[in-house]
């Protein structure tokens, strides 16, 4: 067993490089673009939901009051005719910052790394060889980074497309994660 504060190095290091991998990803690569489509008439939709006021939130619609309201005839003719959608509104700044998020990003980062370390450390000891430690740590990440996102297609109709391309996004990461606790295992 390896206690996890003696492994703050591969967790600083792990997220560091996972976060350039996304930068990478993110950035260069244009796999990503398609993820999300413009709106038809998206200033029409757009100073619709300013004529409503809608605050930053998450909505779904048409939104039944109850779940006996879900076989109501006149709810289920508004779903029917459509749209039906859900939709998350965000807080409205002066300019697109990525600051905040990218901060959070890599917090994220490290408490995947924080867990590869706690599972890896508990499973092996010392002096383990690289294939074993990249195996948990690897495994761990892959979980966190690659699985995570196929409830919103699964719950919030989310392109399996999407997810398809963020779970190859995740396996990078736990690639990387691996390699680099693999590396950087205590001897």
Known sequence: MVPVMSLWL???????????????IHMVLAYHRS???KLPDEEG???????????PGDYVFPKPDSMK????P?????WSEGPVGMMTVMKKAAAPSMGKPLALWFLFCVVVSIFA??????????????ASVFHFAALTAFVAHGLGIWPTTI????SWTTSLKSTIDGLIYALVTGAVFGWLWPK
Do not use: E
């Not at 939709?45 to 605050?55: D, G, Q, S, T």
């Not at 006149?74 to 508004?78: E, G, I, T």
């Not at 370390?117 to 690289?130: D, H, R, V």
């Open 45 to 55: 939709v757009m100073a619709a939901l300013r004529k409503a006021a809608v605050p």
């Open 155 to 158: 719950w919030y109709g989310r």
């Open 10 to 24: 591969p967790i600083l290091l792990s997220a560091v490089a996972v976060f350039v991998a996304s930068s990478v």
């Open 117 to 130: 370390a706690l599972i890896a450390g508990s499973a092996l000891p010392s002096n383990s060889p690289f």
């Open 35 to 37: 993820d999300y489509a």
């Open 74 to 78: 006149a709810f289920l003719k508004r």
């Open 69 to 72: 309201a879900m076989k109501d």
